[in-house]
């Protein structure tokens, strides 16, 4: 029997899985060479990878099928449209950036501070709600745009320069 911290940490993952999805619905990418299917990346161990394979079972995203794969390391990643990067790669991010560079792939992480050091998209807890942080020019480094609807609902950073 789960206790009611670990609901509560599955309930939220949970939450963080379906924004994930949506995220893709309001994240306009430019035409690309990826063929189908849209695949979601998670750098790491993370218990979203179970809610994220449950979703993508039951979504497609514009008629593609989603697959979710994971990544122990930076240098295994292969091409994906979006990455989650847990907090036991926060450490890496200059290195992620660096092999990202010019691909088209949203970056997303759940790690304090990790909007402001270039990620697109970071979910944080407010007043013990969930809401996210968007980081445009890391967005626009990515070329991908984010609808302004997206965009109301965020708390817009920028990048630690």
Same mark, same amino acid.
């Given at each position: 029997? #789960?206790?009611?911290?670990?609901? &509560?940490?599955?309930?939220l993952?949970?939450?963080?899985?379906?924004?994930?999805?949506? +995220?893709? &619905?309001?994240?306009?990418?430019?035409?690309?060479? +990826?063929?189908?299917?849209?695949?979601?990346?998670?750098?790491?161990?993370?218990? #979203?990878?179970?809610?994220?394979?449950?979703?993508?079972?039951?979504?497609?995203?514009?008629?593609?099928?989603? =697959?979710?794969?994971?990544?122990?390391?930076?240098?295994?990643?292969?091409?994906?449209?979006?990455?989650?990067?847990?907090?036991?790669?926060?450490?890496? #991010?200059d290195?992620?950036?660096?092999?990202?560079?010019? =691909?088209?792939?949203?970056?997303?992480?759940?790690?304090?501070?990790?909007?402001?050091?270039?990620?697109?998209?970071?979910?944080?807890?407010?007043?013990?709600?969930?809401? +996210?942080?968007?980081?445009?020019?890391?967005l626009?480094?990515?070329?991908?745009?984010?609808?302004? =609807?997206? #965009?109301?609902?965020?708390?817009?950073? &920028? &990048?630690?320069?």
């Open positions: 029997m #789960l206790n009611a911290s670990a609901q &509560d940490n599955d309930r993952m949970r939450f963080k899985a379906v924004f994930i999805y949506n +995220f893709i &619905d309001y994240v306009h990418w430019p035409e690309t060479e +990826f063929e189908e299917p849209f695949k979601i990346g998670l750098l790491g161990q993370s218990p #979203l990878e179970d809610p994220l394979r449950e979703i993508a079972k039951k979504r497609s995203s514009e008629g593609r099928e989603m =697959q979710v794969e994971m990544y122990d390391t930076i240098e295994n990643i292969k091409e994906c449209h979006l990455i989650f990067i847990t907090q036991e790669h926060k450490e890496n #991010l290195s992620l950036s660096a092999q990202l560079q010019g =691909q088209n792939i949203l970056t997303i992480s759940d790690t304090p501070g990790l909007a402001k050091q270039g990620v697109s998209i970071n979910f944080v807890l407010v007043k013990g709600k969930l809401k +996210f942080e968007i980081n445009r020019h890391a626009n480094k990515a070329n991908l745009r984010a609808s302004a =609807q997206l #965009l109301k609902l965020a708390i817009l950073v &920028d &990048d630690l320069q």
